[in-house]
């Protein structure tokens, strides 16, 4: 390892957290990670475990404001809300649906796509150093289209065609020879070429987490109380761990991130979209081999280590307001229609809080009134397909350094905050 420069504090330990960690730590920093309670089991823990460079359509879309009727009438299993929740946090909604325009959705999606690049690579190259190939499944994202007229409405293929994604489509027929877990009530599949899946993202996040504690890497399992920016560096407080001490300090904690930057002032135009997930065993025949997304129902259906995992759609509340696990039991009920699945090896189902930024892209960047203060969440969907990307590109502003792709914006100054 090269010289050390310097100490660095990251508070979140979900994978954005630790590809920093691993990322800083590569580079020569001290690093030393933490997090209330073990890492890689929050928000980290609960998705489709795809890596992918095509994952580039932010949700506040032209799409989704034409959608937006249906949505609001909760006719969409991809979407449920608390009115009490959004009336609330109205100006919130309406800033966040002002971002829904063609120029932003084209902005967006280029500098998703570059990030994804770079994360990809990043990912196959730990994975391999960690020596947990086994996790890994290529071409392994597919959406499938449950009609001819919800197909021609995916627009998504307009930005794909844009950036150069790769992908094939299918029509009903060939869907079976391709993945014949599938029972044939879809009409049209696109898959997407250049992915990859994983069949534990939480032994993933632990296999980065190994790659760092094994080259001298620190994690402290506390809850953060508090941040003190003192002169040439900062003071964290904790509950369980009492004060530490480092010249710099990353906030990489996703649905709570704004929460602990606005002790130091700032105001971060964070929300959160809750999501679930519930694993089925599969029944005799063909496995699933990939991760399925049904765009009609608004679910996912991925294989994993544990089963077939069904994650819902979106959940639009509180924070930590008390689970709702309608969404999750429909997808359930929709996914049954689609794959032949035996019982619920959970008997409750999982729920996570996906950070999520007014214009659906992450905060990565120097902070801008304090000096060694850093920013790296927000990532919504795609945190698992961009955290190695987002740490380099932190890693190299850390160092005054060319960044691997254009980070302008990611910038936390692209708000007034």
């Given amino acids: 390892m090269t010289e050390s420069k310097g100490s660095v504090i990251i508070v979140g330990g979900g994978i954005v957290g630790v590809c920093n960690a691993l990322a800083l730590q590569k580079a020569g920093f001290a690093v030393t990670l933490i997090d209330r309670g ?41 979407l449920r809300f608390s009115v009490s929740y959004v009336l609330r946090r109205l100006g919130w909604m309406l800033r966040f649906l002002s971002y829904g325009n063609k120029r932003h959705w084209h902005a967006a999606g280029r500098a998703l796509r570059d990030l994804q690049l770079v994360s990809l690579a990043q990912h196959k190259a730990w994975i391999a150093e960690a020596g947990v190939d086994d996790l890994l499944r290529h071409g392994a994202w597919m959406k499938v289209f449950r009609s ?17 994604s790769n992908y094939t489509v299918f029509e009903r027929e060939q869907i079976r020879q391709i993945e ?8 049209k599949a696109l898959l997407l070429e250049d992915t990859c899946q994983v069949s534990s993202p939480a032994q993933l996040t632990d296999a980065y987490l190994g790659l760092f504690t094994a ?37 990489a904690a996703g649905a709570w991130s704004a929460e602990i930057a606005g002790w130091l002032g700032y105001d971060l135009p964070l929300g959160w979209e809750r999501g679930y997930h519930l694993h089925l065993e599969p029944d005799v025949g063909p496995p699933l081999t990939r991760a399925v997304l049904d765009m009609d129902g608004g679910f996912a259906m991925a294989p994993m280590q544990q ?99 254009d980070m302008h914006l990611f910038r936390a100054t692209r708000f007034r905050i």
């Fill in 38 to 78: 073990q890492p890689g089991r929050e928000t980290s823990y609960g998705n489709a475990g795809v890596l992918c460079e095509s994952a580039i359509s932010v949700v506040n879309s032209p799409a989704m404001l034409r959608a937006l009727p249906k949505l609001l009438l909760g006719r969409s299993n991809g």
């Fill in 148 to 164: 001819e007229a919800s197909f021609a409405a995916y627009e998504e293929r307009e930005l794909l065609d844009e950036v150069g």
């Fill in 215 to 251: 080259a001298g890497g620190t994690v402290v399992r506390a809850k953060v109380t508090g941040l003190i920016d003192n002169p040439g560096g900062w003071q964290i407080e904790t509950e369980e761990a009492g004060r530490l001490v480092s010249d710099q300090l990353v906030i």
């Fill in 180 to 187: 014949p877990a599938l029972k044939p009530i879809y009409a």
């Fill in 307 to 405: 089963g077939v995992r069904i994650t819902s759609g979106v959940e639009i509340t509180d924070r930590d307001a008390p689970p709702n696990y309608t969404q999750v039991r429909n997808s359930v009920k929709q996914a049954r229609g689609a794959l032949a699945l035996k019982g619920e090896v959970e008997d409750v189902p999982w729920m996570g809080r996906r950070p999520t930024m007014i214009d659906s892209l992450p905060v990565i960047g120097a902070a801008p009134r304090h000096s060694g203060l850093w920013f790296n969440f927000g990532h919504q969907h795609v945190g698992l397909s961009m955290a190695p990307g987002s740490a380099l590109a932190l890693c190299a502003m850390m160092q005054a350094m060319p960044e691997p792709v």
